[in-house]
């Protein structure tokens, strides 16, 4: 469920032009999924990490909800001989942008997310064989869990 929530929040971004794919694995994926992944200057790829874990919350009414822990690498292609300046200008501050309009994103879809909370960020400079650079987004979300999809409890 998660993951096909995170796809339709990434399909929103545009940022200054800049538009992302998704994916997701273990991040020994994303390195065979970047080697073929065609950057451009109005391309990047948001990768979500995986395994996922799920936290519930249970509630004396019978209420159980959930929240994803996740960790989503916003990348865009940097190239080695890259000044510190130069991964900043072109990959680390556009990958912000990303990031923020990512959590604006989530706040504002209240049909998919319930709630948003602990985003922290990390610069990452010339990950993976293919040199990308960005920021990894660790953030939890409570999806919106669609009454319909409930279960009657195991007796």
């Known amino acids: 469920m998660i993951i096909s929530i995170i796809e339709q929040l990434v399909a929103q971004l545009n940022v200054n032009g800049v538009t992302y794919d998704f994916n997701h694995g273990a991040s020994h994926w994303a390195n065979l999924l970047n080697d073929e992944f065609e950057f451009s200057d109005s391309k990047g790829i948001v990768f979500l990490d995986q395994p996922i874990t799920t936290e519930y919350q249970v509630t004396s009414g019978g ?3 959930e929240f994803y822990p996740i960790t989503l690498f916003f990348m865009l292609k940097s190239e080695l001989d890259w000044t510190p ?3 900043e200008l072109n990959c680390i501050e556009p990958a912000n942008n990303a990031v923020r309009q990512f959590i604006s994103i989530c706040q504002d879809r209240n049909d998919l997310i319930d709630e948003v909370s602990s985003p922290t960020a990390l610069e990452f400079i ?3 064989d293919v040199n990308v650079s960005g920021k990894s987004l660790s953030i939890r979300l409570k999806p919106r869990i669609n009454t ?3 279960v009657p409890a195991i007796p």
């Open 148 to 150: 319909g999809v409930c």
């Open 126 to 128: 010339n990950l993976l």
């Open 63 to 65: 209420y159980i909800g």
């Open 85 to 87: 300046q130069e991964h």
